[in-house]
């Protein structure tokens, strides 16, 4: 059965998990596997593989850009997850490359702050609600999505009305297609986020695409409060330091702020996110994510996360559709167990 809250991620490094990026909940083994062009993750102990979702980033860690999708995931027993991921060059070829996968699976509100998710499975239906099973909302509403045009949906979050989150978004299949955050607004009585996705040649298309979106709170935050993290949206994709806007940062391991870094001089789209931690509190693991804020076809990859004293940071890269690296808008999430 699902449970209050289950969590599990991974990251990869050369082929293998990395086991320096590895949680699970239910404290079982996460495993790796193969065949073809397409991973296996299999989470044990994380329950039927309903109320959930599933995230997923690629990750450059040999200096090639590319990009993955979330190829399903599901229980074949009701007690264990496994989760399929395929990636693909710049080109739209399937490829084995590095990724991180987060999922998620809950019945009930987070301790703090609120969550919500999605799988959006009729690209081409002009207005629905998605499945159950695969729909959550932790104001206990239900999340809807509308086909605005080709390739842009806009999936409304009732009852998310404050200023500020964290949206993540991760195209769904096994074709080459990749989906980010157009933008992202509030109301009175919910949140709306504006995907846009996009095919191998970088051309809008209908596609099936799976989000998060957290406020107030991290993706790992269970019933009790046991979970830090943090996110900000980086805004201002050609400043060398600044700080993102405030209402639009989260973060539990420090009173923050995130800082947000571009490097690289002439070269485009290097960048780091960093989080003060100014206790030097000791993490078991840190998973961090990004996903492209913008409307051409961007994308961003994790790029390596580095532990100092007194601060951590995520580095990453961000490309446009032809797989050249550019400067965009970028949000950047952290989850933490220690």
């Given at each position: ?12 490094l ?7 990026v ?21 989470l ?27 190829d ?45 998710f ?53 195209a ?20 709306t ?44 994709p ?100 220690h």
């Open positions: 059965m699902a449970q209050a809250a289950s969590i599990g991620y991974v990251e990869t050369g082929g293998a998990i990395s086991a320096a590895s949680y699970n909940s239910a404290r079982g083994t996460n495993s790796l596997a193969s065949s073809g062009n397409t991973y296996e993750v299999t044990p102990g994380l329950g039927n593989g309903l109320h959930s979702n599933v995230q997923v980033n690629a990750v450059n860690n040999d200096g090639r850009g590319h990009y993955c999708t979330s399903g995931w599901s229980s074949s027993n009701g007690v264990d997850v496994t989760a399929d991921v395929t990636c693909f060059d710049a080109s739209g070829n399937p490829i084995l490359e590095d990724f991180s996968l987060l999922y998620q699976a809950r019945t009930k509100a987070p301790a703090t702050g609120a969550i919500a999605l799988w959006a499975n009729q690209p081409t239906t002009s207005s629905y609600t998605p499945a159950t099973q695969y729909n959550f909302n932790s104001t206990g509403q239900r999340n809807t999505v509308n086909r605005d045009n080709t390739g842009v949906y806009l999936a409304f979050l009732p009852g998310m009305t404050a200023t500020g989150g964290n949206p993540q978004v991760t769904y299949g096994d074709s080459a297609a990749r989906c980010e955050v157009a933008d992202w607004f509030h109301n009175r009585v919910g949140t986020v504006s995907v846009f996705c996009v095919n191998s040649a970088g051309v809008a298309a209908d596609e099936l695409f799976s989000l998060s979106y957290t406020i107030g709170t991290n993706e790992a935050a269970g019933p009790a409060a046991t979970s830090l993290g943090a996110y900000a949206w980086a805004n201002n050609t400043r060398r330091n600044y700080v993102p806007r405030l209402p639009f940062q989260f973060d539990t391991v420090s009173s923050g702020p995130l800082t947000a870094q571009r490097f690289g001089g002439l070269v485009q789209g290097q960048y780091s996110l960093t989080v003060p931690n100014p206790n030097n509190i000791p993490f078991a693991t840190i998973l961090g994510m990004v996903t492209a804020n913008g409307s051409s076809g961007e994308y961003c990859n994790p790029a390596g996360l580095n532990v100092l004293s007194g601060e951590f940071y995520l580095d990453l890269i961000c490309y446009d559709s032809a797989g050249r690296q550019l400067d965009t808008k970028y949000i950047g999430t952290f989850i933490t167990t």
